[in-house]
């Protein structure tokens, strides 16, 4: 693996690149990584770096957000079939139906989508920054797409009428509150901290509800010594490098993303070396999609 490592390293300096990671990421493509964060993070990331080519360590949605922010940047996802089924779970004919059905609602979009519908949004949010998003528009009506668990969990912080899309992360949809009770009953000490595309119900009963940026805010920050951690997996890793002395156990042993494991050292070396899969927005979607992107940028 060592070797592995060092052609990574001698790769990005002759491509000039930067490697950045989602929190859900195998643990040795974090450690690789030149930045890890959340989507948020990662755009901003993606937008503000020098580096002239981005390795974006993650699934598709975020490579393209990348390259709607930096169209001037080769943008690297590293497995092609890294996708996302909650940002498949909509398409643009289905969100231009539903806009015909509310004509005087704001489509907020959830950066977990493909860049068609962010084109066809009036401005995306992530799961860190999606009740400030809402509250900010002049609208009394939200089409919030694609996701309903955090679409509910918006609805719970603003008196905006939220109509959701039906989509959801089936990595996280497998938590149950049945399991959620039987770990508190095991663990009565532990905080639970769960991501707002859980269900409603697993949300209800949680202790903090945030993205992963937040969940690790929160773990750093607290006084408790113990935590059952309702995301995907890969956040153990962080939490765990960051707070030595605290104990991280997941919520559910189904919180696992196969598309978020696709990526891994060899496929990340492969993509510097050959200069593919690029992603790249065509320019016409790019154009429409940067500006719900950017007004989202300028909210949070
Ligand atoms: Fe998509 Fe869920 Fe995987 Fe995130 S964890 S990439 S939302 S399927």
Known sequence: MQELVKEIEELKRERR???????????????IADFVGDSLALSRHAANTDAEVVVLAGVRF???????????KVILLPDVLAGCPLAASIDVEGLREEKAKYPDAAVVCYVNSPAEVKAESDICCTSSNAVAVVESLPHRRVLFVPDRNLANFVARFTDKEIIPWEGCCITHYRVTLEEL?????????????????????????????????????FARESDAGEFLIGTEMGILHRLRVENPGKKFYLLSPGLICPNMKLTNLAKIAACLKEMRPVIRVPEEIRARAYQALERMLKVA
């Open 17 to 31: 690149a930067v490697i950045l990671a989602h929190n859900y990421q195998q643990d040795v493509v974090q450690d």
């Open 62 to 72: 975020m490579a393209e957000s990348a390259s709607i922010l930096a169209p001037e």
């Open 181 to 217: 009770e039987e770990a508190k009953a095991a663990r009565p000490e532990a905080k639970i901290l769960v991501h707002p595309e859980c269900r409603p119900e697993v949300v209800e009963a949680a202790d903090f509800t945030g993205s992963t940026g937040a969940i690790l805010k």
